[in-house]
């Protein structure tokens, strides 16, 4: 779920337009009307993120992938499943804090209605991340991709278990 959020946040930070969005990030800040002055200053704050951002989320997609490689169901690499899933929760946290101080900059160039105009797209994006509709507006959404399995099993029978009367 919070990889979902992050993900939503990254697009917002890249121009693209939002996965649920009616509008795009650029439309919205368009919509703002920011002077010359807020401009360079918001393009200067975008810039200063998008390395630091960009590293993040190639780190995480090669953990995922190096994770979906291990076979859960062997005991020697549940130590190792466990390490990338640690290492994902860190980036994670670091998306999100890198996520926050971009956010509170660019907050800092607005003024107080643009400021709530933005927290408001924002909160509104991150919302629509979190639970998105299978409906849009250009139609239905694709299905999601099968999530991997675990890797490491919540709950696994012992030998010899059985089920009740059988």
């Known amino acids: 779920m919070i ?9 917002l930070i890249l121009y693209a337009p939002s996965l649920f969005a009616q509008q795009s990030y650029g439309e919205f800040e368009r ?3 920011l002077s010359d002055s807020q401009k360079i ?8 993120y ?5 590293s993040l989320n190639d780190e995480a997609a090669r953990k995922r992938l ?21 290492d994902l929760g860190r980036i994670e946290a670091s998306r999100q804090r890198l996520f926050n ?10 003024n107080n209605e643009q400021r709530g105009r933005f ?8 919302r629509k991340a979190v639970r998105p509709s ?3 507006p250009s139609g239905p959404s694709p299905p999601r991709p099968a999530r991997p399995a675990p890797a490491v099993p919540r709950y696994a029978p012992g030998p010899g278990y059985r089920m009740h009367g059988r």
């Not at 990889?3 to 697009?11: C, G, N």
Request: a positive charge; hydrophobic letters at 30%.
């Open 66 to 86: 190096e994770l979906r490689e291990i076979d859960p169901n062997r005991p020697d690499q549940r130590e190792r499943a466990q390490r990338l899933q640690n």
């Open 41 to 48: 200053q918001v393009d200067g704050i975008k810039r200063r």
């Open 119 to 126: 927290n408001r797209f924002t909160e509104q994006e991150t």
């Open 3 to 11: 990889s979902r959020l992050l993900l939503a946040l990254s697009v």
């Open 101 to 110: 101080q971009y956010r509170g900059e660019v907050s800092g160039v607005f």
């Open 134 to 136: 299978w409906t849009g």
């Open 50 to 54: 998008m390395g630091e951002w960009r």
């Open 31 to 33: 919509g703002l009307n």
